[in-house]
């Protein structure tokens, strides 16, 4: 099995562009690729331009005769995939009111037939099957599947290409007929009460940024404007209390957050402010019994603790710690049970559950393997006394307990079957440390089967992220043992600009300081290799939308230390599109990357490691590039245009490839099995490339 170079390489034309900013003037050969009706084309990408859609299809005419050797491995790959996963499967059942609630995936099903039934009685009542509204699709994603406090209607909604413009219905579940009416381009919504419900929707450039409240049966045109958010850099969500007391209006962007609420009891009241926005101060909010629990950063809290203040009196000025700020514990989410306190840490890259009854002694659950994932769920019951957890590791498939928080009892209810099989002590997890440019320590997680030799020979996949504060946990996923059962070392590097050893991790990698992210995933390579676990020509690296950002720049720092690169949506037309405030995202962003509009030093900073303006003369690895036409969060023409930079410039004759999903957007294909031709995809390349 080979990926073959094809005779006929594409070849963008050029347009030069001039852009200005700061005193500076550059030439961007290939600005042509962004379509001047962009807008249009996400939510229709049979509207792009002929000329931009001749080109993709070219690439994708390229790709497929490039990888026309590796179809067998794919569909391989696929089968392996799939075997690992249950046909049928139901999920745990959970109580709210006099109903159990759950989903099943039924035999070669893409998505799952959500259910209830009354918990005194054995018949179950379907309220949507998600397979039956996708099917005349070819692109299906749905987001909100929601009933009523009275359990009488359900509020869904759907996005049908990509562009994450999300439909929302209302299906009486008395008659499992939906309303005569939806609303278009909501992006989160909540039940107040049996017949209101409060939504956001996004504007003409994708920003959510109005709330509105509707009443079950009136014209949509007539629902009243709540909240508007002006600041571009904002952008607006709503949610429910778990006590179901109150609608919150959370505004925000990365390092700022405010807080409105509206009782449940008086939806005609106007918002209430908790806290105004402040630079740098971050907070959430629940709520329990006569107090708001508030997660927040105020009093240089770095790593967040929880404080609480009255109902009747919010403002900052009456907050009290709950959990004082503890230093390198990093306090991710706080829930709450009329009884008890419930919140979710991060230490040392390592996740612990907390707990506390109210006004009583902490306890917490954790668990003792060097690597792991663990995540909460909460009842829908704020009167309940047990909760909910999911625990896997790189080794150990998912399982899930339930926890009686009173007594510490535990009972595991569901374990992930692999059904063709799978025994973990087959498998070595590791967290080992790469010391990065500055002397930080940087967790590494690896998995291996114990057979592989780690005397250099083995292929190795290294992924890694490295923004926005998101940690990337150590849980299992079937699909990589496709690698690693042909010999691969997995390997995820924690690198700064998450939150995995608090958020100093991530303050570390912002604004001027982002290439300690390079740096640090460069570290994680070298050590691999001084290691013995992986060659540099074995190595492959892989990295998504910011993650793409982060392979595109190591690339171009030491394309001499990868043997090959999966950049998947990435962002890497980083000064352009953080200079283009007209963009989805871009004014939220600026608290991330600096504003290069306003500042020269970000300008220059940006400047220095976006992977589009730092495309040299040099050889480059193998690599793959993949985009989707309708994304809103990386546009298309970024891969795009620097795949047609780097075929320009670079003096290798190394594979280079653009694959783009032409019907879908940010996260490609839709429904279990589908979503798994993604990863064959990546996967048969990594094995095209390093070998198995």
Not at 241 to 254: H, L, R
């Amino acid at each position: 099995m080979q990926i073959k170079k094809p005779a006929q390489t594409p070849s963008a034309s050029k347009d030069p562009h001039q852009w200005k900013a700061h005193g500076e003037q550059w030439t961007d050969n290939y600005a042509w690729l962004r379509a001047g009706n962009w807008q249009e084309a996400m939510r229709s990408p049979e509207a792009l331009p002929e000329a931009i859609k001749s080109y993709l299809q070219q690439e994708n005419d390229y790709y497929n005769n490039a990888t026309a050797e590796t179809q067998e491995l794919q569909q391989q790959l696929i089968a392996e995939m799939r075997g690992r996963m249950l046909e049928k499967d139901d999920s745990l059942p959970y109580k709210d009111g006099p109903y159990d609630y759950s989903y099943r995936y039924i035999e070669n099903e893409e998505h799952p037939v959500y259910l209830r039934k009354l918990r005194d009685r054995d018949e179950e009542q379907i309220t949507i099957d998600i397979n039956k509204e996708a099917k005349d699709h070819e692109y299906f994603d749905y987001d909100l599947v929601e009933h009523s406090p009275d359990h009488n209607t359900l509020a869904w909604s759907r996005d049908t290409s990509g562009a994450e413009y999300y439909q929302l219905s209302f299906r009486d579940l008395q008659t499992n007929t939906d309303s005569d009416y939806s609303i278009q381009d909501v992006d989160t919504a909540a039940w107040a009460n049996n017949t209101t419900i409060f939504y956001t929707r996004v504007d003409a450039n994708h920003r959510p940024n109005k709330v509105y409240r509707h009443t079950l049966g009136c014209d949509p045109d007539s629902d009243e404007l709540v909240f508007e958010e002006h600041d571009t850099r904002f952008s607006c969500s709503v949610d429910i209390s778990g006590s179901k007391a109150f609608i919150f209006i959370s505004t925000g962007m990365n390092d700022q957050d405010e807080v409105w609420f509206i009782p449940t009891d008086s939806l005609q009241s106007e918002p209430t402010l908790i806290e105004g926005r402040t630079e740098h101060l971050e907070y959430s909010v629940e709520h329990q019994n006569n107090r708001f629990l508030i997660l927040t950063n105020a009093d240089h809290a770095i790593d967040f603790k929880i404080v609480e203040a009255p109902v009747s009196n919010p403002g900052r000025s009456n907050w009290s710690d709950v959990i004082p700020y503890q230093p390198g514990t990093m306090v991710r989410s706080v829930e709450a049970y009329q009884d008890w306190v419930m919140w979710f840490v991060v230490e040392n890259a390592l996740p612990k559950i907390c707990f506390a009854k109210n006004g009583g002694e902490e306890n917490s659950i954790s668990f003792d393997e060097e690597a792991f994932s663990l995540s909460l769920i909460t009842s829908y019951q704020y009167n309940d006394n047990t909760i909910r957890f999911r625990y896997s590791s790189p080794t150990t498939p998912s399982q899930t307990y339930e926890y009686e928080l009173a007594t510490g009892n535990r009972t595991l209810l569901k374990e992930q079957v692999i059904p063709s099989g799978h025994d973990s002590k087959h498998y070595i997890t590791r967290r080992i440390t790469a010391i990065s440019h500055d002397g930080a320590k940087v967790p590494v997680t690896l998995l291996h089967h114990r057979d592989t030799p780690l005397d250099g020979s083995a292929p190795c996949l290294l992924y890694g992220y490295g923004s926005y504060g998101a940690s990337m946990p150590a849980s299992f996923s079937g699909n990589r043992l496709s690698l690693v059962n042909r010999g691969f070392v997995y390997a995820i590097a924690h690198v700064r600009g998450g939150q995995e050893k608090g958020r100093a991790w991530y303050e570390e990698a912002k604004f001027a300081k982002k290439p300690n992210t390079f740096f640090d995933f460069i570290a994680a390579a070298e050590m691999l290799i001084e290691q013995n676990y992986t060659r540099q020509h074995k190595l492959m690296i892989q990295g998504g939308s910011a993650g793409g950002l982060l392979v595109g720049a190591v690339v171009n720092m030491r394309p001499d230390l990868f043997g090959g690169v999966i950049a998947d949506v990435p962002f890497v037309d980083v000064l352009n599109t953080i200079l283009d405030d007209t963009l989805p995202l871009t004014p939220g962003e600026w608290s991330q990357w600096g504003n290069p509009i306003e500042s020269k030093q970000a300008f220059e900073a940006i400047k220095s490691y976006s992977p589009y303006d730092n495309v040299k003369a040099q050889n480059y690895p193998p690599m793959l590039v993949t985009a989707g036409v309708s994304d809103p969060r990386v546009t298309y023409w970024e891969p795009a245009k620097w795949v047609a930079l780097l075929r320009d410039i670079k003096t290798d004759d190394n594979i280079l490839l653009l694959k783009t999903n032409m019907t879908s957007g940010h996260f490609g294909k839709t429904g279990r099995f589908a979503a798994l031709e993604d990863a064959a995809l990546s996967y048969a390349f990594a094995i095209g490339i390093v070998g198995a």
